[in-house]
C-alpha cells in the first residue's frame, strides 16, 4: 500500500499562482510514476501532468506552459507549480503514485479554487 498527502490548495485570484506538494509512503517502488489529476464539479478526472522516476513528464494540454511538475525522489514528494491560473483551473486535485505492476494509488484531494 502507497499512502498520498496533498497540501497547498486554497483560494488564488485569477493570473495568480499556486504550489501543491504531495508526501508518499508506504511500500514503495523504485521505479514508479507520480503526478496530478483535477476533477471539476460535474466533470470527469482530467491528466494534469505526471513525472516518472526517471524525469520523463507528461501535461495535459489544458495546462502546458503555465503548470510544472517537479519532484524529489529521494523523499518521495511531488510538486505542482501552478502559474497564470484561471476560473477553469478550480477543481479538486488529486495526487497519483502508479506502481510498475501497475496499479494507481489516490491521494484525497486538495481544493483549487480560482475566482476574484
Known amino acids: 500500500q502507497v499512502q498520498l498527502v496533498e497540501s497547498g490548495g486554497g483560494l488564488v485570484q485569477p493570473g495568480g499562482s499556486l504550489r501543491l506538494s504531495c508526501a508518499a509512503s508506504?511500500?514503495?517502488?523504485?521505479?514508479?510514476?507520480m503526478g496530478w489529476y483535477r476533477q471539476a464539479p460535474g466533470k470527469q478526472r482530467e491528466l494534469v501532468a505526471t513525472?516518472?522516476?526517471?524525469?520523463?513528464?507528461n501535461y495535459g494540454d489544458s495546462v502546458k506552459d503555465r503548470f510544472i511538475i517537479s519532484r524529489d525522489n529521494a523523499e518521495n514528494m511531488v510538486y505542482l507549480q501552478m502559474n497564470s491560473l484561471k476560473p477553469e483551473d478550480t477543481a479538486i486535485y488529486y495526487c497519483?503514485?502508479?506502481?510498475?505492476?501497475?496499479?494507481?494509488?489516490w491521494g484525497q484531494g486538495t481544493r483549487v479554487t480560482v475566482s476574484a
Open positions: 497519483s503514485y502508479r506502481t510498475p505492476v501497475p496499479v494507481t494509488y
Open positions: 508506504g511500500s514503495m517502488f523504485r521505479i514508479n510514476t
Open positions: 513525472m516518472h522516476s526517471g524525469g520523463n513528464t
